[in-house]
């Protein structure tokens, strides 16, 4: 069987029902691509909320390759670390089924911290990040992406780190990816930038012509270098990184004077055994440029205009959502198996329950 093959194979025979809280939990530390072995189903009790707590029904979950590292221990958002057994991180969507709280109603749809499971009680604490998701005519479904943790980063990380200017010869890695998709939209359609693209496949490449791109890079099968060379001969005023390694490299080799590099992700990086080593960053002194990190739980105070910004956009036409939803909780293992086997395009999502009959 194939890797993915094998995912299908742990969700057999695997449904669920409104009897009982479904979970996934962590029953391995990954080395290299998650496996099926890394992944436990258990089923429990639909807790009870208690006096000031709401017990959440899940309707999507959002996927990211961070989880990766919260499966292996890692805590980068401030979280409790993860031991064998626990129930692994994730954000997602949910509707408040009964309240005992008196700041939150039965009937709301909320976007937080969920878990990978099908109810949470909570307490809608600071620490869980809860969001009220607005009726805004737009789907549940886009709030455990394009308007949730994905959407703010691809906002963050372009505008308030990338400072785009009309008319900037920008190249974007991991364009057909879930930041990636959005932010070369946001180029294109609200900044006025042209994007030169970089997805792996001849499909993904002609997705993200049809998403803000003016070109594509191939890196599966072209040359990167020899092909950054004809696109951007002038060299590269924005550059934002989804991958890290080699592709950074070749690309602060290509900067403009007074360049940004944005970055956000280094997907390419994860399952290397030893940590990738820039030869080059002098080329940031050289041109008078600058390289910029951004962690976007940083950026949650920002949350509602962004979230205004993106609807506002979609509504608008310049922004089109692309959300690759997996169908049923039973795959969510595959879903996050998705994005390192490179067989999403857009935002991963997983559907748990579709969208609510009515809310709030």
């Known amino acids: 069987m ?3 093959n094998a995912f ?18 962590v029953a391995g530390r990954p080395e290299g691509n998650v496996l099926p072995s890394d992944f436990q189903w258990t089923a429990t009790d639909i807790p009870e909320p208690n006096e000031g707590e709401v017990l959440l029904k899940t309707h999507y979950l959002g996927l990211a390759p961070v989880m990766r590292f919260y499966m292996m221990g890692g805590s980068p958002s401030g979280e409790a670390e993860l031991s064998i057994g626990d129930v692994i991180h994730g954000r997602g969507v949910a509707q408040i ?7 939150w109603q039965e009937g709301e749809m909320v976007q937080g911290q ?11 604490s600071e620490q869980e990040k809860f969001f009220r998701m607005p009726n805004n005519g737009l789907s549940a479904a886009l709030g455990s992406g394009v308007l949730g943790m994905t959407g703010l980063s691809a906002h963050a ?4 780190c990338g400072d785009p200017k009309p008319g900037d010869r920008m190249v974007l890695s991991g364009a057909a990816g879930g930041v990636g998709s959005m932010v070369s939209q946001l180029a294109a359609n609200v900044s006025g930038c042209d994007v030169v693209g970089m997805a792996g496949g001849p499909e993904k490449c002609a997705f993200i012509l049809e998403h803000g791109c003016s070109a594509a890079i191939d890196y599966k099968s072209d040359d990167i270098e020899a092909k950054l060379d004809g696109l951007r001969p002038n060299g590269i005023d924005l550059y934002f990184d989804n991958v890290g390694g080699e592709t950074l490299e070749a690309c602060l ?8 590099i944005v970055l956000c992700g280094s997907i390419s990086e994860y399952t290397r055994d030893v940590p990738f080593k820039l030869s080059n960053y002098t080329r940031l002194r050289a041109t008078d440029s ?15 205009r962004v979230m205004d910004d993106l609807a506002g956009w979609i509504h608008d036409g310049k ?12 795959n969510m293992p595959k879903a996050l198996a998705n994005l390192y086997y490179g067989a999403n395009v857009g935002v991963q999502c997983c559907s748990v329950r579709g969208e609510p009959e009515e809310w709030l």
């Open 114 to 124: 969920m878990g990978w499971q099908t109810y949470k009680v909570s307490t809608m």
């Open 319 to 330: 922004l089109k959502p692309a959300q690759d939803i997996e169908q049923g909780f039973q």
């Open 253 to 260: 080799e290509r900067l403009r004077m007074h360049a940004r």
């Open 157 to 160: 990380g372009f505008f308030a």
């Open 290 to 304: 600058r390289m910029q990190g951004f962690f976007v739980y940083n950026h949650l105070n920002n949350w509602e």
């Open 8 to 25: 299908d194979a742990l969700a057999a025979n695997k449904q669920i029902d409104d009897n009982a809280n479904y979970q996934w939990c």
């Open 97 to 103: 089924v009964k309240s005992r709280h008196p700041d």
């Open 2 to 4: 194939t890797n993915l």
